[in-house]
């Protein structure tokens, strides 16, 4: 099991002239170790006693910084564990893009585990988000996204039949709008709601995280260049490793 880390190999600059805090200028500090790798996720850091010390700063300075870290998501208090630094999240812009584009896109590895593939006929919910007639069939799948081997998604997708042919394989080693978009698709836009919910038991399980734990969840209906509604998703990240990005205009 790794020791606890003290803080005198990232040679924080503490600026005791500075009018920017002493908490702030330490937080700033232990942030940029974290940003560039210098503090791994997972790393356990020592108590606030031990680091106030070394920093040779008061206990409440050092646990005020702590605190900031803590709220800002890089930082976690474990009991019986201690203060360890929180993996890194993926950031994901709001934009008309699937989640293995964007993770490749900043270079890293995404991998799908296919947990059920069908060729179904259309319950009316479906029809109704895909606009439908009766009798339509869909593809429904539900997958495991991991980046870097570790579970970061639970996606469930309805995609209609008559715009591509889907297979497991090819939807293990593509993204899915990777292969729709090679069928022909050309996306235009879509409707997208995010939220928030905590995970239940099955999700738990294969997320890797504790019944209870934070989720963010899309639901989003993609529509193509001619107006066809091409595929509905139901996707839930885990709160830990995942958040949205979105830039704000004033009008």
């Known amino acids: 099991m790794p020791s606890n880390k003290g803080l005198s190999s990232l040679r ?3 600026d005791r002239s500075s009018p920017v ?23 356990k850091l020592d108590n606030e006693i031990a680091l106030a010390a070394e920093l040779n700063l008061s206990r409440p300075t050092m646990r005020k910084a702590m605190d900031e870290l803590v709220r800002s998501g890089l930082l976690v208090r474990k009991r019986g564990v201690g203060t360890q630094v929180v993996a890194s999240q993926v ?4 934009e008309l893009s ?9 270079g890293k590895k995404p991998t799908s585990r296919i947990l059920s593939f069908s060729h179904i006929a259309a319950d009316e919910a479906v029809q109704d988000m895909l606009h439908l007639g009766s009798g339509a069939r869909v593809y429904h799948l539900v997958r495991l996204r991991l980046m870097e081997g570790k579970p970061l998604a639970l996606m469930e997708n309805w995609v209609r039949d008559d715009v591509a042919d889907l297979d497991e394989r090819t939807l293990t080693e593509r993204g899915l709008y990777e292969v729709l978009r090679a069928a022909g698709i050309n996306f235009r836009l879509a409707q997208q709601r995010i939220g928030a919910r905590t995970c239940n038991d099955y999700e738990a399980d294969l997320l890797g995280v504790q019944p209870g734990s934070a989720l963010v ?3 989003r209906t993609a529509v193509d260049d001619i107006g066809r509604n091409i595929e509905v998703g139901h996707h839930v990240y885990r709160a830990d490793s995942y958040s949205f990005e979105m830039t704000l205009v004033n009008r």
Request: net charge negative; charged share 20%.
């Open 12 to 14: 924080l600059d503490i």
């Open 21 to 43: 805090p002493l908490y702030h200028q330490v937080a700033q500090g232990i942030e940029a170790a974290i940003r560039s790798g210098k503090l791994a996720p997972g790393s």
């Open 91 to 94: 950031k994901r812009h709001l």
């Open 98 to 106: 699937s989640l293995f584009d964007d993770l490749q896109v900043s």
């Open 217 to 219: 969840t899309m639901d």
